[in-house]
């Protein structure tokens, strides 16, 4: 009874959204208590609470309904504080705003009494600023969507609340009297905390008021500076888009050691969720026969595959397998073909009009590899060079049914030069070479047509990288280093959308 009540004040504790560590005790006859409750660097309020072994807990009904109350509560918990975090940096914003409203308004009332004098300067002056305070409005509405979100948290906890009231009343009054003034005592030291969430709201309201007031219209805005980590929970995975830009690659995980210098190896980014089958390409030429491994633990731990024979040799590493087809450049020609594996039949071929082929515009490796097909978020691509662009990069989205190229864009960048390529969320990526030290240093953005000039390690574990690609599913990218097929985890910068709640 006592380690219940105890863990009752814990769970009160995580309920005025503070953050929660566990430590085990030393001593694991000890029961739940709580060590301390205090602010950490960035203000958030930590507690520490001790936690009694968990098979001590699950003898009793009732501990095991409070441990999932607990779970339920972290997870809150954890909401809470993105959206905490999210509410801060819209204060600053909104807070600047503010003063450029204030300006705004003393602009007004000067035109007001300077009527006829210099009106259309002020008139001027008055029209920069609106431009300026555009933005604030999808702020503030942003900020609205949160303070709903806040409201059903605090719902939800309310309901907590009241199942846990029912337990104690369950439990009798025993050792009432020290839980209550403990809970008391806690909820005074931990109001603090929960005060910088109130402020904030009372702060947008009026800004919001006056704002809607004032500017009557509709923007669509996207914070750069916000960046959400993987693994939060649901309410806030749903605002994290699944695209982003490029930030970071993890170190290389070799996943086996088989096949030549050259080849490539894939997972279908379209297969049903738990289908991990791998697809092996060895080689670059005068090959035609394409692996299959069941799983990519299969792959890892044995030789047992199927395979499938290609009515046509393929050219260079550059094939991606995409809703169960491969789209491989057919050896010597311009020509991708896509062939269906359930079927085996070709399903479609199609000339890729002007581009280069046979080494012609290959990568620094050569290999024939003129065309490199691959697939991002936004579906089929296919990345290779004219003479038109005078042996630049050219990236072409595809139709992955009829294989028609439904935009171009052409780069100023050398396709020869390029290490390796791959694409994520329509930004292309380059190599800046294929041994020794390699760096991710080209960007490619078709969303707008621009290029950058970036700067991310990627490393070459085995000093011979034939083939890069990214999988949209996986979020990682796959490579073929010598002999070695290896993978890569990305870290992208995401961007949250209001429109997304
Ligand atoms: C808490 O979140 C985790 C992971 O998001 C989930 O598996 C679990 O079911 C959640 N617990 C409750 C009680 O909602
Ligand atoms: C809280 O409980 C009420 C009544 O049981 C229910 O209608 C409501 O949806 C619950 N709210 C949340 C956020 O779980
Ligand atoms: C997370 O979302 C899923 C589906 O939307 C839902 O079934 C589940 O209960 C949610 N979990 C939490 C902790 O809200
Ligand atoms: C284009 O995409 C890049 C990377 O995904 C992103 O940083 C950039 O803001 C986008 N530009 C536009 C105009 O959407
Ligand atoms: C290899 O795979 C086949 C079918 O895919 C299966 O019947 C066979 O048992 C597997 N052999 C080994 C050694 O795993
Ligand atoms: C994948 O293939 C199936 C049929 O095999 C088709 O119904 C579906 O639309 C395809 N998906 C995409 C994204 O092409
Ligand atoms: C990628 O991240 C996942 C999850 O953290 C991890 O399991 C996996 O081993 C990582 N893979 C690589 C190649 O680092």
């Given at each position: 009874m006592q380690r219940v009540n105890k863990l009752l004040s814990l769970i009160v504790l995580v309920l005025m959204g503070t953050e929660l560590t566990q430590v085990l005790p030393a001593n694991p006859e000890e029961s739940w208590q709580v060590y301390s409750s205090a602010q950490d660097s960035e203000g958030r309020c930590v507690c520490t609470v001790v936690a009694p072994q968990q098979t001590m807990c699950s003898r009793d009904a009732r501990t095991k309904q409070l441990r999932q109350l607990l779970e339920k509560v972290q997870n809150m918990t954890q909401s809470i504080q993105v959206l905490d975090q999210r509410t801060?940096?819209?204060?600053?914003?909104v807070v600047k705003m503010e003063d450029q409203l204030r300006g705004l308004e003393t602009k007004f009332r000067q035109v007001e009494e300077n009527h006829k004098q210099n009106i259309a300067k002020q008139y001027k002056a008055i029209k920069a600023k609106m431009a300026?305070?555009?933005?604030l409005i999808p702020v503030l509405e942003e900020y609205k969507a949160d303070a709903?979100?806040?409201?059903?948290?605090?719902?939800?906890?309310?309901?907590?609340?009241?199942?846990l009231s029912l337990l104690q009343q369950e439990m009798g009054a025993y050792d009432y009297d020290d839980l209550h003034s403990r809970v008391v005592s806690?909820?005074?030291?931990?109001?603090?905390c929960m005060q910088k969430l109130g402020l904030c709201g009372e702060k947008t309201t009026t800004l919001s008021d006056l704002a809607t007031h004032r500017l009557n219209m509709c923007h669509k805005y996207t914070d750069p500076s916000m960046r959400v980590d993987a693994g939060l929970s649901n309410i806030t995975a749903k605002k994290v888009m699944a695209c982003g830009k490029?930030?970071?690659i993890s170190d290389a995980i070799t996943i086996k050691t088989s096949g030549s210098r050259f080849g490539s190896w894939m997972t279908d980014p379209l297969a049903p969720e738990g289908n991990t089958r791998v697809w092996y390409m060895d080689g670059y030429h005068n090959n035609r026969f394409v692996r299959e491994y069941k799983s990519m633990a299969d792959f890892m731990t044995s030789d047992n595959f199927t395979s499938h024979r290609l009515p046509h040799p393929w050219s260079g590493t550059g094939q991606v397998v995409y809703n169960g087809s491969i789209y491989f450049n057919k050896f010597q020609s311009n020509m991708i073909i896509k062939f269906d594996f359930k079927t085996s039949t070709i399903s479609k071929s199609q000339r890729l009009d002007n581009s280069g082929y046979s080494n012609t515009y290959h990568y620094a490796w050569g290999g024939h590899s003129d065309i490199?097909?691959?697939?991002?978020?936004?579906?089929?691509?296919?990345?290779?060079?004219t003479n038109q662009n005078a042996g630049n990069i050219v990236i072409s989205k595809l139709h992955?049914?009829?294989?028609h190229i439904?935009?171009?864009?052409?780069?100023?960048?050398p396709r020869r030069s390029a290490g390796e390529s791959f694409m994520i969320c329509g930004t292309l990526y380059v190599t800046n070479g294929y041994s020794g030290g390699t760096k991710v240093y080209y960007a490619y953005h078709t969303n707008s047509s621009t290029y950058e000039y970036i700067d991310i390690v990627l490393q070459n574990k085995y000093s011979h990288i034939s083939m890069l690609d990214y999988n949209p599913r996986d979020r990682a990218l796959y490579a073929w280093n010598n002999g070695h097929q290896v993978l890569y985890n990305v870290t992208l910068f995401h961007v949250i959308r209001s429109e997304q709640l």
């Open positions: 801060q940096r819209d204060l600053q914003y300026e305070l555009r933005p709903r979100l806040v409201q059903q948290f605090k719902e939800e906890v309310q309901n907590l609340t009241s199942s806690l909820e005074e030291r931990l109001r603090a490029l930030t970071g490199d097909l691959m697939v991002d978020e936004g579906g089929l691509w296919a990345i290779y060079a992955p049914l009829t294989l439904i935009q171009s864009w052409t780069t100023n960048h």
